[in-house]
């Protein structure tokens, strides 16, 4: 695990990195995502079309798990051989992600990475974590929630958020703090501590608006939101006053440069 570990942090450029707490308290934020997805997406999954580059020699999938953990994620040096590997269900080398997104071995699950020295290998593990949910919900947005309908009970099913990736790299460094492409502007610890609340679509732009950014109309669904000295995001519309979820949220934050504390003191006035 230390040198998988250390493959994912090469992405690392030195920026100060998040707390040990900060981390933690974002993994089980992760997993929870993943685990409220699992029931729209377990059925018929191909994990395959969950790989991911981290590196010329270094291919990864996910696939779900219930033993020691919500998955796996495996690893083969080439994406035919990490092809071959899932039809064989033959693996040299997997890893188990945990109820609270730490990684860990899959025989010995009490190992995690946790236990390595230094934070770079919960950084690297939050990141890797994050570009799975990311690919994972990639999957899950084109479920058409409307015709599922709501959970047994009655309750409607959660639906964490957040736009797919550009790459696999660039969210790599983002969550490794790194001053890559994608990596908000400023300083300072972006990892979500506590989770922002969800809101309705018209509430987000005015919201926004407060807070001095303009939200435009773009191509077909489209809406940027723009605030000066900063990068333009851009998210879909598809519905009519969509709920926008939390990690959906605290990713426009991260871009805008905007800090939890700011949106929430917005959202109340």
């Known amino acids: ?32 995502d993943v685990q409220a997805m699992r029931p729209l997406l377990v059925r018929n999954f191909h994990p395959h079309r969950t790989t991911l580059r981290l590196a010329d020699d270094v291919w990864v999938a996910w696939t779900w798990h219930l033993a020691n953990g919500i998955g796996n994620v495996l690893v083969a040096p080439s994406e035919g051989d990490l092809r071959t590997r899932i039809e064989t269900r033959r693996v040299a080398e997997a890893y188990t992600v945990r109820h609270d997104g730490l990684l860990a071995y899959m025989r010995t ?33 084109r479920i058409d929630l409307a015709r599922v309908g709501a959970a047994p009970g009655g309750t409607p099913i959660p639906e964490p958020a957040g736009d797919p990736p550009g790459g696999s790299e660039g969210i ?80 426009v934050l991260g871009r805008l440069g905007l800090t939890t504390g700011e949106w929430l003191t917005a959202l109340r006035a």
């Open 172 to 251: 790599i460094a983002a969550a490794l703090g790194t001053t890559g492409p994608e990596a908000p502007c400023g300083t300072g610890e972006r990892l979500p501590g506590r989770r922002v609340p969800g809101a309705r679509f018209l509430r987000f732009w005015r919201t926004l608006e407060h807070l001095g950014c303009e939200v435009r109309g773009s191509k077909g669904s489209e809406v940027s939101v723009y605030r000066p000295g900063y990068r333009k995001y851009v998210l879909g519309r598809h519905r009519t006053n969509r709920e926008v979820f939390p990690a959906e949220i605290q990713r």
């Open 1 to 32: 695990m230390p040198a998988f570990l250390d493959t994912i942090a090469r992405f690392d450029r030195k920026r100060p990195a998040a707390t040990g707490a900060v981390l933690r308290s974002g993994l089980a934020s992760l997993a929870a």
């Open 109 to 141: 699950p009490w190992r995690t990475a946790a236990d390595l020295p230094g934070a770079t290998p919960l950084a690297a593990n939050y990141a890797l974590l994050e570009c799975f949910r990311d690919r994972l919900f990639s999957f899950y947005d």
